[in-house]
């Protein structure tokens, strides 16, 4: 049993043992540990907003209708590995917001950080990735947006796989400042500027992809990228 500060209290002239009672359980409270990754269906449990806040890493994030974001819904590098994924029905599995920022952004992610199964409207850029790391977007759809998949940092890898891109704004893939990009089988269409741009260092590959109707070059690499 826990004896009482009365009963520890030292000599006169002793001063130092009080402070030495003192830890971390004396205010009643203990550390709390990190929860289990667990599945999170948005919009039910919470907004995407909340869940970019209180996601870590593992989670799932399931969209099962169309979200309309306030802000970006940002992920720091400890919040990954994560699977934001739309239900089966892709039409309304939707993320839109306002037209000056991201939707969604991610911040040095983990090696299996994976975006699926969503149809992106709107916003300033649809995905973008900072910093270093890996993340890939795969059968997902694109309409709008002034950049639809944006990747900044050297050391950092972008994967867009089998994406179909209509319309944006300026570019459809823009990689800078030496980040790469992987795409494999993507249909980009409309685009307001190049199709794909990489610039600023960065070897990038693209397969089996179909680009056409852009207003400036398809494919175009500047700035020592090749």
Excluded: W
Aim: net charge negative; glycine share 12%; hydrophobic share 40%.
């Amino acid at each position: 049993m826990r004896q009482s500060p009365r009963a520890l209290r030292p000599a006169a002239g002793i001063l130092f043992a009080v402070p030495l009672l003192l830890g971390c359980s004396d205010n009643g409270t203990d550390p709390t540990p990190p929860r289990a990754a667990m599945e999170i269906t948005i919009p039910v449990d919470m907004s995407l907003e909340e869940a970019a806040d209180a996601a870590v890493a593992g989670d799932t994030l399931t969209i099962i209708s169309g979200v309309t974001l306030s802000k970006t819904a940002e992920f720091s590098q400890s919040q990954t590995p994560l699977l934001i994924r739309g239900s089966s029905k892709l039409e309304a599995a939707s993320i839109t917001g306002p037209p000056d920022q991201p939707l969604l952004r991610f911040v040095s992610p983990s090696a299996g950080t994976l975006v699926t199964g969503i149809l992106f409207l709107e916003g300033g850029m649809a995905i973008t990735a900072t910093g270093a790391g890996e993340v890939r977007i795969e059968r997902c759809e694109f309409n709008g947006a002034m950049i639809q998949v944006s990747g900044t940092g050297s050391g950092l890898t972008v994967q867009v796989a089998a994406c179909v891109m209509e319309n944006a704004t300026h570019f459809s893939v823009r990689m800078t400042d030496g980040a790469r990009t992987e795409c494999t089988s993507n249909t980009i269409v409309g685009a307001g500027d190049c199709g794909i741009l990489v610039t600023g260092g960065g070897a990038s590959s693209v397969e089996r992809c179909i680009v056409y109707d852009s207003e400036n070059y398809g494919i175009a690499c500047t700035g020592g990228a090749t």
